[in-house]
Nanobody
Framework: QVHLVESGGGLVQAGGSLRVSCTVS????????LGWFRQGPGKEHEFVGT????????VYGDSVKGRFTISGDHVKNTMYLQMNSLKPEDTAVYYC?????????????????WGQGTQVTVSS
């Protein structure tokens, strides 16, 4: 069983930066494919990015490519999402998730475990 806890959300002005964290317990960071999704007000869940350190891939969604970066601290067993050049449309609840598969999962249905989410609000 894997337990995921997000933290670090908050309010930031457009153009600013914020880093959210996902602490993983139960298994090592590289035991699963990990991902980030977000859900804005009145919107569907949107794929943000996914990483698998064992398989050696990191993939980002088109709307965040070049602005967001996924990284990990394997000692702290924590994944990070660094968000730069934030826009009001990045406002959402951000979720981390874990998938047992070692492919490149980009849809919600491909993930097996989810955190509770952390709110990110970008003001204009």
């Amino acid at each position: 069983q894997v337990h995921l806890v997000e933290s670090g959300g908050g309010l930031v002005q457009a153009g600013g930066s914020l880093r959210v964290s996902c602490t993983v317990s139960g298994r090592a960071l590289d035991a699963y494919t990990l991902g980030w999704f977000r859900q804005g007000p009145g919107k569907e869940h949107e794929f943000v990015g996914t990483v698998n350190w064992s398989a050696g891939f990191t993939v980002y969604g088109d709307s965040v490519k070049g602005r967001f970066t996924i990284s990990g601290d394997h000692v702290k067993n924590t994944m990070y999402l660094q968000m730069n050049s934030l826009k009001p449309e990045d406002t959402a609840v951000y979720y981390c998730a874990a998938a047992r598969r070692m492919t490149v999962p980009t849809t919600r249905e491909e993930y097996d475990y989810w955190g509770q989410g952390t709110q990110v609000t970008v003001s204009s």
